[in-house]
Each structure stands twice: as structure tokens, then as C-alpha cells.
């Protein structure tokens, strides 16, 4: 007897219908429970952007919380397409969320905007203490 691996098994030409019908689904980037996240840095801060295509304004919420940022966005979609004799409806909705430690960072100035889709959130860098110098005269 011998053992036959899986993906030689004769089912597997179901694999390209399967791939072809879930893949547009699943490969939504917001139902990646993935997050795209550019930061930048100058001297001042940093400057962190999120794509959150087809999320609204009243449904991010970005906290605070012992020296933790986190970001997290909800979605609630739904789907009507009709071509010919196809119809196809399709309701989801998924949340995501990020955390970063917030070292060297004021946090109470953290501001953040949101516009088509993009989460702007500026983070100033704490004023670094500027080592103090002066001569102690003795006595």
C-alpha cells in the first residue's frame, strides 16, 4: 500500500472552481486582518497612514492606553450584483486593529484625520531634555 498525498488526489481539479469563487471574497484587503500601515518619520514625528477603503468615519476608533496606540476600524457591507440570469448577493462585515508602543512619543498631542479612505495620524516626538550644563562654584 502507498500513501498518496492530497494535492495529487483526483479532487483537486475542484481547486481552480473553489479558488476562483472564494478568492474575490477573502482577497478584500480588509478581510485580510491586515491593516496597511506607512509611517514616516521627520524631526519633529512621525506620521502614520492606514488604508481603510470603505470604512466610515464614525466607525474608527483609535485609543490611548499605557503608552499603547490602537487603531481599530469596523466594516459592514452589502452586496447586490446582477448580470443575465446571475444574481449574486453577498452581506459581510469584519473589523481590524493595530497596536504600536508609543515610546519617545507626547501623547497628548496625538491628532488624527481621515479622508478618502486614509487614517492620518501625527504622532510628535517628545521634546528631547537637552543635557544641562553649568559650573558649581565651591565654597
Known sequence: MSLIPFRNHRLTSFEPFFDS???PFFSDGFFSNDM???ITENEKEY???AELPGVDQKD???LVRDNV???SAKRNEEKNEQRGNYIR????SGTVARSFTLDGID???IEASFDKGILTVTLPKLEESKPS???IELK
Not at 89 to 92: A, L, V
Open 47 to 49: 506620521v502614520l497612514k
Open 60 to 62: 474608527i476608533d483609535i
Open 107 to 109: 501623547d497628548s498631542k
Open 69 to 71: 496606540l490602537t487603531i
Open 21 to 23: 469563487f472564494m478568492k
Open 133 to 135: 550644563f553649568r559650573r
Open 36 to 38: 496597511r500601515i506607512d
Open 89 to 92: 448577493k453577498e452581506r459581510f
